[in-house]
Every structure is written in structure tokens, then in C-alpha cells.
Nanobody, 121 residues
Framework: QVQLVESGGGLVQAGGSLSLSCAASGIILALYAMGWYRQALGKQRELVATLTSSGTTNYADSVNGRFTIYRDSAKNTLYLQMNSLKPEDTAVYYC???????????????WGRGTQVTVSS
């Protein structure tokens, strides 16, 4: 059974930092395309950052330069280091793992349950 469990959310003042973790079981994270997404109250879920199995990273413009996505393969855990937090970063943050088989192109897509991040002004 595949599980992604996020942790590290909480309440922080603007300008502060938080580090989110996504511990995986049932899959090998290093083989998957990983991502952090967030959903603010009343808004659609949006991409925050992605990390491919080969190590390529991509960030939303709104967090580029402030957030860093990385993984620890030994711990089978994905991280999101968030610095210089702003009130508009307030959201539930979700971890995602995706894998597409070759050549049949079967997609495996997993989500965690999310962790709340609240940034006060």
C-alpha cells in the first residue's frame, strides 16, 4: 500500500521559514516525479514545485527563489524548504508522486492528505 504522509506545517509569521516533509512508503521516491502543490481556501489546487527522477526542479513564479524542493533517497522522503514566507503562501500543502510505465504508459499517481501552512502578517 502506497502512503505519502506530509508533516511540518504550522503557523509562522511573515518572513519566517518552514520545512515540509513527505515521507513515502510502498514506493521508491527516487523513481517518481515528485511535486508539492497547495490549495488555499476557496481556490483551486496549484503547483508549487516539482522534482523529476533525474533531479530537475521547477518552481511556480510566486515561490521561485524562496522555496527549495529536494529529496533524501536514503530516507525516502521529499522536502520543501520555504523561506521568506508571505501571507499569500497560506494554504494546505500536498505531496504528489507520479510515475508512467514504458511502453504501456500506465500512470500511477499518489497524493498525501496535506499539511496546513498559515502565514500571519
Amino acid at each position: 500500500q502506497v502512503q505519502l504522509v506530509e508533516s511540518g506545517g504550522g503557523l509562522v509569521q511573515a518572513g519566517g521559514s518552514l520545512s515540509l516533509s513527505c515521507a513515502a512508503s510502498g514506493i521508491i521516491l527516487a523513481l517518481y516525479a515528485m511535486g508539492w502543490y497547495r490549495q488555499a481556501l476557496g481556490k483551486q489546487r496549484e503547483l508549487v514545485a516539482t522534482l523529476t527522477s533525474s533531479g530537475t526542479t521547477n518552481y511556480a513564479d510566486s515561490v521561485n527563489g524562496r522555496f527549495t524542493i529536494y529529496r533524501d533517497s536514503a530516507k525516502n522522503t521529499l522536502y520543501l524548504q520555504m523561506n521568506s514566507l508571505k501571507p499569500e503562501d497560506t494554504a494546505v500543502y500536498y505531496c504528489n508522486a507520479a510515475y508512467e510505465t514504458v511502453p504501456d504508459r500506465i500512470v500511477y499517481n499518489y497524493w498525501g492528505r496535506g499539511t496546513q501552512v498559515t502565514v500571519s502578517s
